[in-house]
């Protein structure tokens, strides 16, 4: 008798036991979430070698293995405008663009291409939280969510010739790659040309065009200010946006949602310092190279920005038709007032 009641007291212990283990089994067992990260940028590009990396893995940390990141640089899976439609459809699950790539689903996304509407990184990073509850929005109508920011080299134009004022500007055949840009550089009598970025050496070596657009990181980097002997700026401040397809990110469990909040904080502050430290090391770099570097002053923005209040009114006014008129005049003001 007592050796039968041992018996099926080993028998429940071991039913019990396999009963805990199937109900371990599938979370033991359980695949880790993969989320597919695109950009067009290169991959030599500190986005790609450090922000980026310091973001990925930090997840993957903190998840314990949960979440693990395929991450595809310089056009490998998509360039900007391909992964932005991927993105928007969930056939990839998060990228990297500027702001502005997002123009053509809704004006008030060009926010960032004006001259002189943002002085720099500081600019954009004071006004942020008074933009980003704006813009926020915006985005997930186009089924995507914002994770966060990233700052990126200040713009500046190069030159042939010297620019020691915007009466310089009048004539000069000058590169820029988005319409608020050329719009700009229109308002100041200059000639806006937009030729492929991969073009331009040549073109400014050639004659074919007097200067270039850009921001610190690509004129050193293309050896732009090889062919390039006068610099002026800041002229134009571009922010980049981090986001996921928002049916991807509602279906993330809501732990793996806040330390993706976390590290995203974190991920925007290394942006900010990467950024500074690059454009330092740029201008220096520049600058040994005996090419003269004009810095405007307050008082000098301020005279190259007068011309320019038309474009931002004819932005306004687009986005008015659009219906998203009240957003683009919040977000001006932002700017203004965070100045």
Request: aromatic share 12%; proline share 4%; net charge positive.
């Amino acid at each position: 008798m007592w050796k039968l009641m041992k018996h099926k007291s080993l028998v429940g212990t071991l039913i019990i036991l396999g009963i805990c283990l199937l109900w371990a089994t599938p979370s033991a067992a359980q695949k880790p979430i993969k989320l597919r990260y695109f950009t067009g940028m290169t991959a030599a590009h500190y986005y790609c070698s450090e922000m980026i990396p310091f973001f990925t893995e930090e997840i993957e940390k903190r998840t314990n293995g949960r979440v693990k990141f395929e991450f595809y640089p310089g056009k490998e899976l998509y360039g900007y405008m391909g992964g932005i439609d991927a993105t928007v459809a969930g056939t990839v699950d998060m990228g990297l663009t500027s702001i502005g790539h997002w123009g053509g689903y809704n004006k008030v996304f060009l926010c960032t291409d004006f001259f002189l509407l943002l002085d720099d990184n500081d600019h954009w990073f004071r006004a942020r939280a008074a933009v980003h509850p704006i813009l926020s929005p915006v985005y997930e109508k186009q089924n995507v969510k914002v994770l966060h920011y990233a700052a990126y080299s200040v713009g500046v134009i190069g030159s042939r010739s010297p620019i020691k004022n915007l009466g310089d500007m009048k004539g000069k055949k000058i590169r820029a790659p988005v319409p608020g840009a050329l719009d700009s550089i229109k308002a100041w009598g200059a000639v806006p040309t937009r030729i492929a970025s991969g073009e331009m050496y040549d073109a400014l070596s050639k004659g074919a065009i007097d200067a270039i657009v850009t921001g610190w990181g690509s004129h050193y980097a293309r050896k732009l200010y090889e062919v390039e002997d006068y610099f002026v700026g800041p002229m134009w401040q571009t922010i980049w946006v981090i986001f996921m397809n928002l049916d991807k990110w509602n279906s993330l469990p809501k732990d793996i949602q806040g330390i993706i909040r976390d590290v995203s904080k974190e991920t925007e502050a290394l942006s900010l310092g990467l950024t500074k430290s690059s454009d330092k090391n740029y201008q220096a770099k520049i600058r040994e190279a005996g090419r003269t570097i004009k810095i405007l002053t307050p008082e000098e923005k301020k005279l190259w920005g007068k011309p320019l209040k038309p474009v931002y009114d004819k932005w306004i006014e687009q986005c008015t038709k659009a219906g998203y008129g009240s957003e683009a005049k919040q977000i001006m003001e932002a700017f203004i007032n965070a100045r």
